[in-house]
């Protein structure tokens, strides 16, 4: 699918200009900086993939884009708007669902969540969290609470949860990296076709070289820290579903695992 | 032996056992130092017929309720508070671990020149023991809710007071619980302490004024009351909270049977 194809996602792009992050005082003199002078533009309705090293800091630019963190430096907008605190245009999936899910609340109350703190009534809220649950593939499981659920499930739910609030960016944070690898692979072809369905601009951050490829259609190396940055952007044309097995896909999975091998 | 591992089999071999050793005893030092399970019963069933034992406990299960929960509901908001107000726990935090070092029973004299020899005092004194306990319970939970339960809320609309009642209480609730009935054991010692020294009814009261008569059997009427009164209390909440706080993750010890 091609981004002319769904022309409504073309807001909601992220300008991100000589961005840095630092927990050091800046009057201390030797400031430590986790990233430093990052520049990018993400296109609205765009699949983006953060790849890089445990430690490079992908983690904190992806919290730093929810609001989480604050920045020491530089501009972040989203449409236009300097990002300074979270914001419901903004959904993020973390890495632990044990984490981030609420365990006192079934599947469904768990998806609803932001919807009663919106104060959405009911009968609207039970329609939108029926619908998110049987994109994720959870209908038949709605009552149940999350500790009866698998890992790959518990991830479902918390991506059915952020999809309810009907956000325009969704950040991932490495989401898949504590799954089995054939869980790992169907929630993958599943998320591409749930972004293809809702036009969702997607950041995804991975160190799995693999995954990027599987998923995204540019992907952001990222240096090793300190002071990391973008270092090289890769745009990934290949047709989905993916298939690893093919020649252009090793080409540029070699091209990319270069960058890692100094 | 299979029928040893039968549960109701050992465990009515270990009272039996205890009821032995105890007759043991009576027989080895005599009634007056150790009065046996015979003489206790028959004891116990003249404080009964008199109406004596049951208004005694009834007395000192009213104070303990009522400081308990008193105790309880002032301290949960307190501790919620403490852990979410980063500036009130700076001040809140040293004093907190400084004054729950105090025990309860220091304080009797004290809190009946403050409140009366009436029920103000001993209503105070189980209000006291209650309180530091659940207080740093709560305040445990609230600094243990994980980080990314908040962020998520955060992210889909919350706002701060929303946070604090749809994410925080409830991340809390098993520490709070833990503190209620932890406080409910300090709530029986702080009252028994203060019927002994202040007072003229009450369980603590019978253990300390049987020794005027020396009727030890009345004292150990009194020491089982206790741990009657207790248990059954401590069953009640345990039950309480398996029923009806489950979904927020309570457990207590029957659950682990299963």
């Given at each position: 699918m091609s981004l002319s194809a769904k022309p409504a996602a073309r807001q909601h792009a992220i300008h991100i200009e000589q961005l840095r992050k630092s927990?050091?005082?800046?009057?201390?003199?030797d400031v430590h900086y986790i990233i430093k002078d990052v520049d990018l533009v993400i296109k609205g309705g765009e699949f983006f993939v953060l790849l890089g090293p445990s430690g490079c800091g992908k983690s904190t630019l992806l919290n730093m884009i929810a609001g989480f963190v604050s920045k020491s430096g530089g501009h972040l907008r989203v449409d236009n708007i300097e990002v300074d605190k979270p914001g419901r245009d903004r959904a993020v999936v973390f890495q632990q669902a044990d984490s981030s899910?609420?365990?006192?609340?079934t599947v469904r109350e768990n998806v609803e969540f932001g919807l009663r703190m919106k104060k959405v009534a009911k009968a609207e809220r039970q329609s939108l969290s029926s619908r998110y649950i049987k994109l994720v593939g959870l209908?038949?499981?709605?009552?149940?609470?999350?500790?009866?659920?698998s890992g790959g499930m518990k991830q479902r739910v918390q991506l059915a949860r952020v999809l309810a609030n009907d956000p325009a960016i969704l950040l991932m944070d490495e989401p898949f990296g504590a799954l089995d690898a054939m869980t790992r692979r169907t929630m993958q072809k599943e998320l591409v076709q749930i972004w293809r369905e809702t036009h969702k601009t997607v950041i995804f951050v991975t160190h799995d070289i693999q995954e990027a490829l599987l998923l995204g259609e540019r992907i952001g190396i990222m240096s090793v820290g300190p002071s990391s940055n973008i270092t090289d952007i890769y745009d990934n044309t290949l047709p989905f579903p993916r298939d690893v097995a093919s020649p252009e896909f090793y080409a540029l999975y070699s091209r990319i695992q270069s960058h890692f091998e100094e | 032996m299979r029928w040893v591992e039968k549960k109701w089999v050992s465990v009515s071999l270990l009272w039996l056992a205890v009821l032995l050793l105890w007759q043991l005893g009576a027989w080895v030092y005599g009634p007056d130092v150790i009065p046996g399970p015979w003489a206790t019963a028959r004891g116990g069933r003249e404080l009964v017929e008199d109406g004596t034992l049951v208004q005694y406990i009834g007395v000192s299960l009213y104070r303990v309720l009522i400081g308990w929960v008193l105790g309880s509901l002032l301290a949960i908001p307190a501790g919620l508070i403490i852990g979410k107000v980063n500036v009130v726990r700076l001040f809140a935090e040293p004093f907190l671990n400084f004054i729950r070092f105090i025990p309860p029973i220091a304080f009797i004299t004290l809190f009946l020149v403050w409140f009366?020899?009436?029920?103000q005092s001993k209503i105070a004194l189980i209000m006291y023991a209650t309180f530091f306990i659940v207080v740093l319970n709560t305040l445990t939970g609230v600094m243990s809710v994980e980080e990314d339960k908040i962020r998520s809320a955060r992210s889909m609309g919350a706002s701060e007071w929303q946070i604090l009642l749809h994410v925080i209480v409830p991340s809390t609730i098993p520490y709070i619980f833990t503190g209620v009935r932890l406080a409910m054991g300090t709530s029986y010692m702080a009252i028994i302490g203060a019927e002994m020294i202040a007072s003229n009814e009450g369980v603590g009261y019978l253990i300390w004024n049987s020794r005027l008569f020396f009727r030890t059997d009345w004292i150990f009427v009194g020491l089982i009351s206790l741990g009657f009164m207790g248990f059954f209390t401590d069953r009640v909440f345990g039950w309480f909270g398996r029923k009806v706080l489950y979904r927020y993750g309570v457990v207590s010890v029957a659950a682990h049977r299963r």
């Open positions: 927990y050091s005082e800046p009057a201390a003199g899910l609420f365990p006192w609340l209908d038949g499981h709605e009552d149940k609470f999350p500790k009866a659920l | 009366g020899i009436g029920e």
